[in-house]
């Protein structure tokens, strides 16, 4: 299996522009993470999805951020304006199912100018 | 509130033994994930433990003992390649939500 896949890697932008990160989870995990990590913060898990419905979004900062899971093989993170705070690498996660380890993707390192 | 504590950073000897604490105080408890992160990669999973009691997996144990909201990650005979941060993560929910602890940097010298 590929893992679980993410793009792009690297994004730089100018704030107040819209960021949209992309993620596969692996093929027959029914549970989706998206986590976002700095220095300061740690890793902070955003939002999860169980078989596509969105479980819980309360990590989810702000109504800039938005997340959706369409199909089981494709969720994106869309940051909509852009700020300079927002930037930080973000991690998309699947696993098999509750109780089972979380399989991380390489993550989205994303600057904001 | 939630609250999960690792020490910042420790430092050993190749080919000695590390101890990494874990104290935790969660509304919820499911389970208790060791993750390893290599600067600038991905987390990756070491060990998991949901019942009381020490978990081997060849260097690496990890111990749990929910009644005292603690766990431990024991790496032995350590490796230069196990210099990284070393996270404890708390299922806290039945739906399988996460939450993570700040990180323990390990620093392995010669």
């Known amino acids: 299996d590929a893992g679980v896949i993410q793009s792009p890697r690297h994004e730089v932008t100018e704030m107040g522009q819209e960021v949209t990160l992309r993620c596969k989870p692996i093929s027959g995990h029914d549970y989706l993470f998206w986590y976002r990590q700095t220095m300061m913060r740690g890793l902070e898990l955003l939002i999860y999805?169980?078989?596509?419905?969105?479980?819980?979004d309360s990590g989810m900062p702000e109504d800039r951020f938005s997340a959706k899971m369409p199909n089981a093989s494709f969720s994106t993170l869309k940051i909509q304006p852009s700020e300079p705070r927002d930037s930080a690498v973000y991690f998309c996660?699947?696993?098999?199912?509750?109780?089972?380890?979380?399989?991380f993707g390489p993550g989205t390192r994303l600057t904001v100018l | 509130g939630q609250n999960i504590d690792q020490p910042t950073e420790m430092t050993a000897t190749e080919g000695a033994i590390v101890q990494i604490n874990c104290t935790y105080q969660t509304s919820g408890f499911n389970g208790l994930f060791w993750y390893q992160q290599h600067a600038g990669e991905a987390p990756t999973f070491l060990s998991y433990?949901?019942?009381?009691g020490l978990e081997e997996k060849g260097r690496f144990s990890s111990f749990l003992s929910r009644s005292k909201g603690y766990s431990y990650l024991l790496l032995k005979e350590l490796q230069m390649k196990d210099s990284a941060s070393y996270l404890c993560a708390i299922q806290t929910d039945s739906w399988g939500k996460f939450q993570f602890g700040a990180g323990t940097q390990v620093v392995v010298t010669p």
């Open positions: 999805f169980n078989n596509n419905v969105p479980i819980d």
């Open positions: 433990n949901v019942l009381d």
């Open positions: 996660a699947s696993s098999r199912s509750k109780g089972y380890e979380q399989f």
